[in-house]
Nanobody
Framework: QVQLVESGGGLVQIGGSLRLSCAASGRTFSSYAVAWFRQAPGKEREFVAT????????YYADSVKGRFTASRDNAKNTVYLQMNSLEPEDTAVYYC????????????????????WGQGTQVTVSS
């Protein structure tokens, strides 16, 4: 079992930055790839980014490529999402999810590929 807890969300102005954290319980955290998803009001949950078990590979949605960076520290059982140049369209609840497999492309979008989910953290970008 892996339990995930997100933190770091908040209110930020357009063009600002936030760093989200996803803290995991369990000694086998390094065996899981971790993805970030987000869900805005009235919209479906969408894929944002994913990072491989070691952190050596990442994959991003086109909407955040060049602005968001995923990283991880397995010694701390934590995955991060650095978000820069934030836009109002980035406003959403952000979730982290863990999977035994590392997926890119359409596989990364598939919620069924992820075994564990956090409760989410709210990010609001305002003008």
């Amino acid at each position: 079992q892996v339990q995930l807890v997100e933190s770091g969300g908040g209110l930020v102005q357009i063009g600002g930055s936030l760093r989200l954290s996803c803290a995991a319980s369990g000694r086998t955290f390094s065996s899981y790839a971790v993805a970030w998803f987000r869900q805005a009001p009235g919209k479906e949950r969408e894929f944002v980014a994913t990072i491989s078990w070691s952190g050596s590979s990442t994959y991003y949605a086109d909407s955040v490529k060049g602005r968001f960076t995923a990283s991880r520290d397995n010694a701390k059982n934590t995955v991060y999402l650095q978000m820069n140049s934030l836009e109002p369209e980035d406003t959403a609840v952000y979730y982290c999810a863990a999977s035994g497999g590392y997926y890119r492309g359409s596989g990364a979008d598939n919620h069924r590929n992820y075994n564990y989910w956090g409760q989410g953290t709210q990010v609001t970008v305002s003008s």
